[in-house]
C-alpha cells in the first residue's frame, strides 16, 4: 500500500497524464491528444517537439537523467542543488531505483511545470520537494534546508519569478551565517505558527498558507513578521 508521499505523487501522474497513456509504449505517446483533459491538451506539432528534444537525450531505454531533465525544463542552474535533485526525484513516479524519467514522467513534469497543470498539483508537487523524509509531513529542518540551499545560490537564476527574486534581494545582503539564521528562524516559526502539534510539522495545508499567504502576500516583512 502506498504512503501518503506516493499517494501524492501519484495523484499528480495521474492528473497529469491519463491512465490509458501511462501504461502505453513512448512510442505511441502521440495518441494523447485525444485522451488528455481539456485544461491540458497539447497540440500534435507540441508533443512532436517535445518527444524530439526528449529522444535527443534518452539512453537506449527511452529515459533520461536527472541533468538532462532540468536542462529540458530549461532550469539547468538547479543542477547540483538539493531543490533541484528533490524535483527530479519526485519526477521519478515510477522509477526512484534508477533515477532516470521514462516520457511519460517526463511529460508530466513538462506539463506541471509550464503552466499547464492546476496550482493544487504544482504546490503538491513542491511539498513532496520539501518531504524529505517522505513521510506527508514537512519538518523545520527540511524547510531550512531547501530553502538554504536554495538561496545561497539563487542570485545566479535569471528565471525566478517577482516574488521570489525580492526575498532573494534582501537575503544576498547578508553573510552566509545570516542568512541561514534569518532563514532558519522563519522556518522555526511558521512550523511553530502553522504546523500541526502532533507532528511538530507542516502537513499540505500548512505548508500552502506558509507560501502562498505569508511569503507572497507579505514578502516585504516576512524575515520579520514573527
Known sequence: MLNEYDQRRERILRRMVPASLQSKSTERMSEMKAETPNSMLLSEREIGDIKKCFRERADEAFTISCESALELFDLGDLRGT???????????????????????????????????????????????????????????????????NFFGQCHQFSWLPPEIQH???????LSDTARREAVDSFCDAAVKKYGDASS?????????????????????????MY
Open 167 to 173: 526575498i532573494a534581494g534582501e537575503l544576498s545582503h
Open 200 to 224: 511538530r510539522g507542516l502537513g499540505f495545508d500548512g505548508f500552502l498558507y506558509v507560501f502562498v499567504f505569508v511569503v507572497n502576500k507579505q514578502k516585504h516583512h516576512y524575515l520579520h
Open 82 to 148: 538539493l531543490l533541484g535533485d528533490r524535483m527530479f526525484h519526485v519526477m521519478c513516479f515510477r522509477d526512484e531505483k534508477h533515477q532516470r524519467l521514462n516520457f511519460c514522467e517526463f511529460l508530466a513534469g513538462r506539463l506541471l511545470l509550464w503552466s499547464r497543470g492546476q496550482p493544487e498539483d504544482i504546490f503538491e508537487f513542491f511539498f513532496c520537494c520539501f518531504d524529505i523524509e517522505e513521510r506527508g509531513i514537512v519538518k523545520s529542518r527540511q524547510l531550512s534546508l531547501v530553502l538554504n
